[in-house]
């Protein structure tokens, strides 16, 4: 599986195609970062594709983090295939160039 | 790494033509005949881009094919497109009803099929 | 399977190259059109896909070695040159050849093509390594025709460019809703494909409303909870937009709503935010005027209230930025609006009316010797001549719409007689009665043709002479008064003068030996059957041609003059009307009888006494400003009865040829006024080239000033042969 999850702090590793199939498992992952105290932090360096499922399911980690009063944050460097999908379905307002400009242009996120 | 399209028909000149203009494009396919070499083969494949039936096979028909195809975790939401001859209205309405993702209708053109297969499989 | 539909496909790629042609020729003065980059690229691809599936295969690979090509200036990693251009025409050339031949061609067919591809790898060898270049796709609108330095093409968006064209070429904005079910991840649907398609159809403004999407733990993560609003201004229409959502139409919510052309409010402001909340359906009317009463931001007081949510202000928020993106872009033609051209004619015949009917009430006016009446009437005919100019400047089109087709004229005759040329413009921009512009177009066609067979030499004779080894051929545009100057200035060898003058005699245009000045030697080439051409070419053909030229500019009302010096090039100018409509003329009297002369012919008047012109006897030329100006009687040419009276007139008039008298009774004075055409009755009266009705409700004719002038010539020569047989 390429999808990870350091132990200790709430890092996961996110890589491959993010298709439907990889929501649950998405999901699943997500918990368990939250069900730890530090800040969970998400690494898109390695994805190749989103669709909209997993996308859905990133919104909602954020959400619950937010009323958990976490911390939620993309870390890494942002594939440029995923940067122009989530542009073009009106996710991402403009290119941002830092990671953590991704938090910032999403849409409601 | 190039897409992985299985291509199922009982024609082989279809599955050929198909393979051939796919071929232009940068995917890779495979080919099976019916709807049950293909669920034999999903057996031992861990994922495909995309996957194109005929409708009207042997063994196990196209409607059957992705119905079964569905219950594996695997392809669940693997898109699936159907081959239908003409405008056959109900057997789109069939295959959008097993989980088909869309259809192609025959005669159909390169330009077409390409068209059809980027927007479902990307 | 495959054989059936062999025809189908040959169809298809036909007119699938006939398209890109157009688009290459486009692109050759928009190179960095990316539109029209895509388009090229398409249509390749298009025919490459169809050629694989029927079994041309070398078509195919053909096509998909280009395609690669192609796809590389659209990255803007390979730059669009002419060359790029020429050679991709004849990529489109060479795959129409092949479509004409089954699998396998010719073998010398075939090697036409890898010839063609040989050059376009030297190409990408040499033109690699280019930094993708920004694509520019909205860039200022100059409005300038292409001037190219170096080989690579600047970007210039011409009046076909974004833009004032952009509502000719059929842009349209839709509002799109799409919410699909919660189900539609089940057969496999991607549903940010499926957005990004769309988006793919234009310019699009997007709003994903994601405020469904609940906490991680309430999740189903197989479940969609998005929708969207999308504004999208493209070409497409609504069927092409409902296309994208084929396979998802049971499984989604669509509506698709075309927005009006105009997004401006009756004050020519961009819509408000209220418009556009109440239009989607947001809020009611009612809430808003309520929420307007507030002091507070609109969105503001909506959200406070819970009339609207956010994410539903943000949406309209988005697309109100859109809709003013959109509209500034192609601000010229914001408010514009589509008419049918019969209603514009039926409005310049009514205003015409008008116009003759002012002249009327003036004169009556005048008549009366009553002061109110004069005043009134003055007035009248200020408006009514701002109506005029408005109604006619509604019929103006830029020429530069024309200025696209002679490109090819030039690309393709050059090759064909083994010339270089290029063919640049200037003045595009330049507005002409629509009418005009659509029948300027052969006689221009003649003349670029000409200049490019008797003009322009051959490489290896211009070199020889110290000039580039590329010819030049302008073709120019601008206003001089109520006038539109067309020239087409070449820097060829200019016009033999010896071979003119001998073919001039030989035709019996010129007595042996006859001094004649260059300029009107040269217009004698205008003469019917004049061509100078030793051997008849196939392009400029057997003479004719210029005398069509004349004969449909004078049609037009205008006139043509030429200059040329030897060994540097020649410039034909067209003298157009800017309409056809109305014309400004000297109104004068012969007995009880009204003509009018086109005031722009008219270079002066003298007065002369009866007994004086009688002194003339046979040798009807008068001497006018040092010149020697032949002339007419009007009473003569169109046999009026009667005295003349004890001081006549004499109109100097232009024509093509030279300048010609007019004897007349008396001058009334200017005249503005509405060409009718004219009845059967006039038709075969020669120097006549309409009819107009005078304020008293007369008719006056309206004097054809070259046709006369040349009978006045015949006469003259009829008559100086007589004087000399004597």
């Given at each position: 599986m390429p999808t990870s999850k350091a132990e200790t702090q709430g890092i996961v590793n996110l890589s491959g195609v993010l298709y439907t199939d990889r929501a649950a498992a998405l999901k699943k992952e997500l918990e368990e970062a939250l069900a730890g105290s530090g800040p969970v932090l998400v690494s898109l360096s390695l994805v190749e594709d989103i669709d909209l499922a997993c996308l859905q399911v990133l919104y909602a980690a954020r959400r619950s983090a937010k009323a958990l009063g976490r911390e939620f944050h993309f870390v890494g460097s942002i594939p440029s295939r995923l940067c122009k999908r989530l542009c073009a379905a009106g996710f991402l307002r403009g290119h941002p160039e830092r990671t953590e400009d991704i938090e910032a242009g999403l849409v409601e996120f | 790494m190039p897409k992985k399209i299985l291509i199922i028909d009982d024609s082989a000149a279809i599955r050929q033509s198909i393979s051939f203009i796919l071929h232009q494009e940068g995917y890779e396919t495979i080919e099976a005949q019916d709807g049950l070499e293909a669920l034999n083969m999903l057996a031992s494949l861990e994922s495909l881009d995309l996957i194109i039936t005929d409708v009207n096979m042997p063994n196990l028909d196209g409607i059957g094919f992705i119905r079964k195809a569905r219950e594996l975790a695997a392809f669940k939401f693997t898109p699936i497109l159907v081959l239908t001859t003409e405008s056959q209205g109900s057997k789109m309405n069939e295959g959008k009803e097993a989980g088909a993702t869309g259809w192609i209708v025959k005669p159909f053109n390169a330009d077409k099929l390409i068209g059809i297969v980027k927007k479902v499989a990307g | 399977m495959i054989d059936k539909f062999k025809a189908a496909f040959r169809e298809e790629s036909y007119e699938l190259l006939s398209q890109l042609e157009d688009t290459l020729l486009e692109l050759e003065s928009q190179p960095r059109n990316g539109e029209l980059i895509n388009a090229a690229f398409r249509a390749m691809h298009t025919v490459k896909g169809s050629s694989a599936m029927f079994g041309f295969e070398t078509i195919s690979k053909f096509t998909h070695e280009v395609e690669t090509v192609l796809d590389q200036c659209r990255a803007g990693t390979l730059p669009i040159t002419k060359d790029f251009i020429g050679l991709t025409l004849k990529a489109r050339d060479h795959l129409r050849r092949l479509l004409e031949f089954e699998e396998p061609p010719p073998r010398e067919v075939v090697a036409d093509g890898e010839?063609?591809?040989?050059?376009?790898?030297?190409?990408?060898?040499?033109?690699?390594?280019?930094?993708?270049?920004?694509?520019?796709?909205?860039?200022?609108?100059?409005?300038?025709?292409?001037?190219?330095?170096?080989?690579?093409?600047?970007?210039?968006?011409?009046?076909?460019?974004?833009?004032?064209?952009?509502?000719?070429?059929?842009?349209?904005?839709?509002?799109?809703?799409?919410?699909?079910?919660?189900?539609?991840?089940?057969?496999?649907?991607r549903v940010l494909s499926l957005v990004e398609e769309l988006v793919g159809l234009g310019e699009a403004a997007v709003y994903p409303h994601t405020e469904d999407i609940p906490p991680l733990e309430a999740i189903d993560p197989e479940r969609c909870y998005c929708f969207w609003d999308v504004v999208l201004t493209t070409q497409k229409t609504e069927n092409d937009i409902r296309d994208v959502f084929i396979f998802v139409e049971d499984r989604s919510e669509l509506r698709i709503e075309r927005l009006a052309e105009a997004f401006l409010d009756e004050e020519g402001r961009a819509k408000r935010l209220g418009e556009i909340l109440v239009e989607r359906g947001v809020v009611s009317p009612e809430s808003l005027r309520e929420a307007l009463g507030s002091q507070k931001r609109l969105g503001e007081v909506l959200v406070?209230?819970?009339?609207?949510?956010?994410?539903?202000?943000?949406?309209?928020?988005?697309?109100?930025?859109?809709?003013?993106?959109?509209q500034e872009r192609s601000d010229p033609a914001a408010g514009s609006i589509r008419v049918a051209s019969e209603k514009l004619d039926a409005l310049v015949d009514l205003v015409g009316?008008?116009?003759?009917?002012?002249?009327?009430?003036?004169?009556?006016?005048?008549?009366?010797?009553?002061?109110?009446?004069?005043?009134?009437?003055?007035?009248?005919?200020?408006?009514?001549?701002?109506?005029?100019?408005?109604?006619?400047?509604?019929?103006?089109?830029?020429?530069?719409?024309?200025?696209?087709?002679?490109?090819?004229?030039?690309?393709?005759?050059?090759?064909?007689?083994?010339?270089?040329?290029?063919l640049v413009t200037e003045g595009a921009?330049?507005?002409?009665?629509?009418?005009?512009?659509?029948?300027?177009?052969?006689?221009?066609?003649?003349?670029?043709?000409?200049?490019?067979?008797?003009?322009?030499?051959?490489?290896?004779?211009?070199?020889?002479?110290?000039?580039?080894?590329?010819?030049?051929?302008?073709?120019?545009?601008?206003?001089?008064?109520?006038?539109?100057?067309?020239?087409?200035?070449?820097?060829?060898?200019?016009?033999?003068?010896?071979?003119?003058?001998?073919?001039?005699?030989e035709r019996g245009l010129l007595a042996p030996g006859q001094e004649v000045a260059d300029d009107e030697l040269f217009l004698l080439i205008f003469a019917p059957g004049f061509s100078t051409a030793k051997v008849v070419s196939a392009v400029s053909g057997r003479g004719v041609g210029m005398?069509?030229?004349?004969?449909?500019?004078?049609?037009?009302?205008?006139?043509?003059?030429?200059?040329?010096?030897?060994?540097?090039?020649?410039?034909?100018?067209?003298?157009?009307?800017?309409?056809?409509?109305?014309?400004?003329?000297?109104?004068?009297?012969?007995?009880?009888?009204?003509?009018?002369?086109?005031?722009?012919?008219?270079?002066?008047?003298?007065?002369?006494?009866?007994?004086?012109?009688?002194?003339?006897?046979?040798?009807?030329?008068?001497?006018?400003?040092?010149?020697?100006?032949?002339?007419?009687?009007?009473?003569?040419?169109?046999?009026?009865?009667?005295?003349?009276?004890?001081?006549?007139?004499?109109?100097?008039?232009?024509?093509?040829?030279c300048r010609v008298g007019f004897v007349v009774d008396q001058v009334v004075g200017d005249y503005q006024t509405v060409i009718k055409p004219l009845?059967?009755?006039?038709?075969?009266?020669?120097?006549?080239?309409?009819?107009?009705?005078?304020?008293?409700?007369?008719?006056?004719?309206?004097?054809?000033?070259?046709?006369?002038?040349?009978?006045?010539?015949r006469d003259g020569a009829k008559r100086a042969a007589r004087g000399g047989e004597r």
């Open positions: - | - | 010839t063609i591809l040989a050059r376009y790898r030297d190409y990408v060898a040499t033109g690699a390594g280019l930094k993708p270049a920004p694509k520019v796709q909205d860039a200022a609108v100059t409005g300038e025709g292409a001037t190219a330095p170096e080989s690579t093409l600047q970007a210039q968006e011409g009046p076909s460019g974004p833009g004032p064209a952009a509502h000719e070429s059929g842009l349209s904005t839709y509002r799109v809703f799409w919410k699909p079910k919660p189900e539609i991840f089940l057969d496999g649907t406070e209230k819970r009339v609207a949510s956010k994410a539903e202000i943000d949406s309209a928020l988005v697309e109100q930025e859109h809709l003013k993106k959109v009316e008008l116009v003759t009917l002012q002249a009327r009430l003036s004169r009556t006016s005048f008549d009366l010797q009553d002061g109110p009446l004069a005043s009134i009437s003055e007035q009248f005919e200020r408006l009514i001549s701002q109506l005029r100019d408005n109604t006619m400047s509604i019929r103006m089109l830029p020429i530069g719409s024309t200025f696209n087709k002679f490109r090819r004229v030039v690309r393709d005759l050059s090759l064909e007689l083994g010339k270089e040329a290029e921009e330049t507005e002409l009665d629509k009418t005009v512009i659509e029948k300027l177009g052969d006689p221009l066609v003649h003349i670029i043709r000409n200049s490019l067979d008797h003009g322009i030499e051959k490489p290896s004779a211009r070199e020889a002479a110290g000039k580039a080894p590329k010819g030049r051929i302008l073709l120019s545009a601008r206003h001089s008064g109520a006038y539109v100057l067309i020239q087409v200035a070449d820097d060829g060898r200019g016009l033999d003068r010896d071979a003119i003058y001998q073919k001039a005699v005398d069509v030229v004349k004969r449909e500019i004078d049609s037009l009302g205008g006139s043509v003059s030429l200059s040329s010096e030897p060994g540097r090039g020649t410039t034909i100018t067209l003298k157009i009307p800017l309409t056809l409509a109305i014309i400004e003329g000297l109104l004068v009297r012969i007995a009880e009888e009204f003509y009018v002369i086109p005031l722009s012919s008219v270079d002066g008047c003298i007065e002369i006494r009866r007994s004086e012109l009688a002194s003339y006897g046979e040798r009807r030329i008068l001497s006018y400003r040092d010149e020697l100006v032949p002339f007419v009687s009007l009473r003569e040419s169109f046999e009026t009865a009667g005295e003349e009276p004890e001081i006549e007139q004499i109109v100097i008039a232009n024509s093509q040829e009845g059967r009755m006039f038709k075969d009266v020669e120097g006549v080239s309409g009819a107009t009705i005078l304020g008293d409700g007369t008719v006056a004719l309206i004097l054809d000033v070259n046709r006369l002038a040349l009978a006045a010539q």
